[in-house]
């Protein structure tokens, strides 16, 4: 264990992770999900993605999302490719960074994308050699913690898969718990083997998103990705909830003491948007609950 980190980084993933595990809307309610989330002190969103419109609806007309988003200078707008057609596409859309996906568990990506991990690799390698070091290119390793396949992962394999990473030329790696397999313990474990300078990604399949989040801060990890409204969800994994999300973070975050930048307040009116918007209640905890800062009356 280490001291908890003075401040955290958060990536806002919800008009990109979230949203795709959703009904589509259209191009201008994301556009205005994107400029609200903006005005919340969010520095960097996972705005878009260039992926097959045929097989994400919901991600379709990313280059008209991005070309419409009135961006404030202070926000770092990205976005997911699978390929590097997609990362030629967003380059063009002049997106400020790129999310690309490899899985630590074969039987995963090859559901999710087709693809074995040795192929997910080389696209990693076109990807980077591509973009040259012109936008930063945060690799995101799926099913880090445990896959709903193949069980439990080698943190060994994780790390090793890390290093195999740098060297491919991310500019970052984070760890994402795709179908809620992770626990503390397991969180330490994996984090034994990779380092703290890593992202972490997490989902409430089973309902330890927050403690997992907790876990890696006192590991000193400073990098994580959360979802407005807890928005998200793995269709190749039963029961799977969505991605942490971001009010319940921010919420614990002002608790503890730990920076982040990010106005509670303007996110849960966020979430009353976002409700009508998708047509049902957001996942969130603090959205459903409210602050506890509202009722206390002493520290």
């Given at each position: 264990?280490t001291a908890l980190p003075y401040e955290v980084a958060i990536r806002e993933v919800g008009p990109r992770d979230g949203l795709q595990a959703e009904a589509p809307v259209s191009v201008d309610e994301r556009v205005a999900l994107i400029e609200a989330l903006s005005g919340t002190g969010l520095r960097t969103i996972e705005a878009v993605s260039f992926v097959s419109e045929k097989a994400v609806p919901s991600m379709a007309g990313a ?237």
């Amino acid at each position: 264990m280490t001291a908890l980190p003075y401040e955290v980084a958060i990536r806002e993933v919800g008009p990109r992770d979230g949203l795709q595990a959703e009904a589509p809307v259209s191009v201008d309610e994301r556009v205005a999900l994107i400029e609200a989330l903006s005005g919340t002190g969010l520095r960097t969103i996972e705005a878009v993605s260039f992926v097959s419109e045929k097989a994400v609806p919901s991600m379709a007309g990313a280059a008209e999302v991005m070309a419409k988003l009135q961006r404030s200078p202070d926000v770092a707008y990205a976005a997911l490719v699978p390929n590097l057609r997609g990362a030629q596409a967003a380059v063009e859309a002049n997106v400020d960074g790129l999310t690309v996906t490899v899985s630590a568990s074969e039987t995963y990506s090859q559901k999710n994308t087709k693809r074995s991990l040795a192929e997910s690799m080389t696209s990693v390698e076109e990807i980077c050699d591509f973009i040259d070091e012109k936008l930063p290119v945060d690799v995101v390793i799926s099913c880090a913690f445990g896959s709903p396949y193949e069980g439990n992962m080698d943190p060994e394999a994780i790390g090793l898969l890390v290093r195999d990473l740098w060297d491919a030329g991310a500019t970052a790696v984070t760890l994402a718990d795709t179908t809620g397999m992770a626990t503390p313990r397991r969180v330490d474990d994996v984090i034994d083997e990779t380092g703290n300078d890593v992202g972490v990604h997490l989902h409430e399949t089973r309902g330890t998103a927050l403690v997992n989040a907790y876990a890696a801060l006192q590991r000193g990890v400073a990098r994580f990705d959360t979802s407005v409204g807890g928005l998200g969800g793995s269709p190749f994994a039963a029961g799977a909830k969505g991605n942490l999300a971001t009010e319940d973070f921010v919420h614990l975050l002002d608790d503890i003491g730990v920076a982040s930048g990010v106005d509670l307040a303007a996110l849960l009116d966020v979430d009353t948007m976002l409700a009508a918007m998708i047509g049902h209640p957001v996942a969130s905890n603090i959205a459903a609950a409210g602050p506890r800062s509202r009722l206390a009356t002493s520290p």
